[in-house]
């Protein structure tokens, strides 16, 4: 059983600029593709952001293109989540998900069934 635990959140300034971070307890997240997510209380979960296990693949829903970056690193033991000129909207609950996929050149949305608690982001001056 993959177990996720993500990192990195908190308080921010609009503006501002925080980075994630998502780890398996105890194994690599080689072979898995990741997935971040957003909720906000009330509203359905958001896809955010994925990258593919190989990690050559990525994808940002319309709402962060251009300021959040997902890479890997190296060691393919963290997904990272890099989030720029944040926004009072970028307030969520954030959660990284993980699975494997026939394919390592592909993400997706969806189709995740490991997933982390969540860390919570507020941008707010």
């Known amino acids: 059983q993959l177990q996720l635990v993500e990192s990195g959140g908190g308080l921010v300034q609009p503006g501002g600029s925080l980075r994630l971070s998502c780890a398996a307890s105890?194994?690599?997240?080689?072979?898995?593709?990741i997935g971040w997510f957003r909720q906000v209380p009330g509203k359905e979960r958001e896809g955010v952001s994925c990258?593919?296990?190989?990690?050559?693949?990525?994808k940002y829903a319309d709402s962060v293109k251009g300021r959040f970056t997902i890479f890997r690193d190296k060691a393919k033991v963290t997904v990272y989540l890099q989030m720029n000129s944040l926004k009072q909207e970028d307030t969520a609950v954030y959660y990284c998900?993980?699975?494997?996929?026939?394919?390592?050149?592909?993400?997706?949305?969806?189709?995740?069934?490991?997933w982390g608690q969540g860390t919570q982001v507020t941008v707010s001056s």
């Open positions: 998900a993980a699975d494997r996929f026939l394919s390592r050149a592909v993400c997706s949305m969806t189709g995740y069934n490991y």
């Open positions: 105890g194994s690599t997240l080689d072979y898995y593709a």
């Open positions: 990258i593919s296990s190989s990690g050559g693949f990525t």
